[in-house]
């Protein structure tokens, strides 16, 4: 698993990524009420916005940390968006993606350093 | 992460202790939520006991300067200082009782909310408790200062806490420690001696539940929030819950559903206004007033169900069906006790009846709504017969 700055995991499976927010994110969100999450077949490029996530509080935008085509949304999350709550790293996941340029993946932190990075925070 | 510039209130260490997350509200540091979350704090406020810090607000007493010992005539020289300055009936308040009432400007629009009492004690009779709201207090204090003049002195309370206790357990928890208060009705408060200080105990809250307000002097402050922690139906409250509750409830908030630009009739608050004030026409804005009671008003306050999608959010625009905008959203958010979206905003009358389909616009996509009566989960003050 690789992580953002933003507060994105990515797990890769040969050309295809699933992406979700980390644990921190989704402790610092609080009560998940609601997520919006682009339609499969959607293009998304690295940094832009790939989600909306509705805590009780507010919205708070999810950005895509690798760029690729939309090939599948995690349905749960309409049902019972605390899911992304009670197993962020997991069952959470938002989208999966298929990649269209793998190298990005290689930018972004593995856990060690993620886990080093929030502590500066 | 804490902010110097912030105020902290008497009780900032016993948030912080508890492992409070902290946000600056108001200009002071205050919890936004516990480690429990404010989805479980607010059905702990409606199914137990919720314990709030809200000192911030505003409390303060105002006293005549040289009363003549006569209660009636105290109230009533008192009464008339304060009532230019609002919309309600304070001469006609009965000891002990509170009345939710409005500081108005001279185009009727709301300077504030805020509460006012009179005093049960026949000693304490020519003197007025007044609760104003965090960010308005310092305004409120000294246009309330400048109309006493020198017949009355302004004391602010708000160095000392101010507790919300709110839910259906808050009257037995409470009542163990401070037996008095089981007596007392809705809306209405007395002094009464504890730990050799005095509490101001009075029998509101902004929750849409029974319970209690206490101002509680600094120095046993702490002692008296942990001694109510201690019991176990008490849960801390953070501000996430505190606005979930009231917004369940209907209750507008200050600066955001009502401001100087929004009056009474507007808002929903035509039962603060009192018919004697209005008559005798010394009520500010009572021009403006007059005329929105006869139905002539630009836009009235709504509650809203989103009925599919993202909660809608203060400043998302309202649309009728055929796409015009019509109004917009003064808060909103997810309601938890319904486990739907609600909201409150502002549309033209003839899209305020209930049952009138509307959309919300939310990141540029149309969600439906439906204007539906407030509040959106009743009430359950402790009304009592008399008092």
């Given at each position: 698993m690789r992580f953002s700055?933003?507060?994105?995991?990515?797990?890769?499976?040969?050309?295809?990524?699933?992406?979700?927010?980390?644990?921190?994110?989704?402790?610092?969100?609080?009560?998940?009420?609601?997520?919006?999450?682009?339609?499969?077949?959607?293009?998304?490029?690295?940094?832009e916005q790939l989600a909306v996530v509705e805590s009780v509080k507010a919205a708070s935008d999810v950005f895509a940390p690798?760029?690729?085509?939309?090939?599948?949304?995690?349905?749960?999350?309409?049902?019972?968006?605390?899911?992304?709550?009670?197993?962020?790293?997991?069952?959470?996941?938002?989208?999966?993606?298929?990649?269209?340029?793998?190298?990005?993946?290689?930018?972004?932190?593995?856990?060690?350093?993620?886990?080093?990075?929030?502590?500066?925070? | 992460m804490s902010d110097e510039s912030l105020k902290s209130t008497v009780l900032t260490g016993a948030h912080r202790a508890l492992g409070g997350r902290m946000v600056a509200f108001a200009g002071y540091d205050m919890p936004v939520q516990y480690p429990r979350g404010i989805l479980k704090e607010h059905q702990w406020a409606r199914e137990h006991a919720g314990m709030f810090d809200v000192s911030h607000m505003g409390p303060a007493f105002l006293r005549l300067s040289a009363p003549t010992g006569d209660g009636e005539a105290d109230h009533a020289a008192v009464?008339?200082?304060?009532e230019p300055l609002i919309c309600g009936d304070i001469a006609g308040l009965r000891p002990g009782r509170l009345r939710y009432t409005l500081l108005l400007n001279d185009a009727g629009g709301v300077i504030d909310d805020l509460m006012i009492g009179r005093p049960f004690d026949e000693a304490e009779q020519g003197g007025l408790y007044i609760v104003v709201n965090a960010g308005t207090k310092d305004g409120d204090f000294s246009l309330i200062a400048h109309a006493a003049g020198d017949a009355a002195m302004l004391t602010r309370a708000d160095d000392n806490a101010l507790i919300?206790?709110?839910?259906?357990?808050?009257?037995?928890?409470?009542?163990?420690?401070?037996?008095?208060?089981?007596?007392?009705?809705?809306?209405?408060?007395?002094?009464?001696?504890?730990?050799?200080?005095?509490?101001?105990v009075s029998r509101s809250g902004y929750t849409g539940e029974d319970g209690f307000e206490i101002l509680v002097p600094a120095?046993?402050?702490?002692?008296?929030?942990?001694?109510?922690?201690?019991?176990e139906r008490v849960a801390p409250i953070g501000l996430g819950a505190r606005d979930s509750l009231r917004l369940e409830a209907g209750l507008p908030l200050y600066g955001h559903d009502v401001d100087e630009t929004v009056s009474p009739i507007e808002a929903g608050l035509g039962f603060a206004l009192a018919k004697r004030r209005l008559k005798g026409g010394?009520?500010?804005?009572?021009?403006?007033?007059?005329?929105?009671?006869?139905?002539?008003?630009?836009?009235?306050?709504?509650?809203?169900?989103?009925?599919?999608?993202?909660?809608?959010?203060?400043?998302?625009q309202i649309a009728d069906a055929a796409g015009n905008v019509v109004g917009v959203v003064t808060s909103g958010g997810f309601a938890p006790s319904l486990g739907a979206p609600i909201a409150m905003g502002f549309v033209p009358p003839a899209f305020s009846r209930f049952g009138t389909r509307l959309n919300v616009l939310i990141r540029g996509r149309a969600?439906?709504?439906?204007?539906?009566?407030?509040?959106?989960?009743?009430?359950?003050?402790?009304?009592?017969?008399?008092t």
């Open positions: 700055k933003d507060h994105e995991w990515v797990e890769v499976d040969g050309d295809t990524a699933t992406i979700g927010i980390t644990a921190y994110a989704a402790e610092q969100l609080g009560d998940v009420v609601f997520v919006e999450l682009p339609d499969p077949g959607k293009s998304v490029k690295a940094g690798v760029s690729g085509e939309v090939i599948a949304a995690n349905g749960a999350l309409g049902d019972t968006p605390e899911t992304v709550n009670d197993g962020p790293e997991g069952s959470g996941w938002f989208v999966k993606v298929k990649l269209s340029n793998p190298s990005e993946v290689d930018g972004l932190m593995d856990r060690a350093g993620y886990e080093a990075f929030l502590a500066t925070l | 009464a008339r200082l304060i919300a206790l709110q839910g259906p357990e808050a009257v037995s928890v409470l009542s163990a420690i401070v037996p008095e208060v089981a007596a007392l009705g809705f809306m209405t408060f007395r002094t009464i001696a504890f730990d050799d200080h005095d509490l101001v120095a046993i402050a702490p002692g008296f929030w942990d001694r109510l922690l201690a019991d010394a009520m500010s804005g009572a021009d403006r007033i007059r005329r929105e009671q006869t139905g002539d008003v630009a836009r009235l306050r709504v509650g809203l169900r989103v009925l599919e999608g993202a909660p809608a959010r203060e400043g998302a969600q439906p709504a439906e204007v539906v009566p407030m509040p959106f989960v009743p009430h359950r003050y402790h009304r009592t017969p008399t």
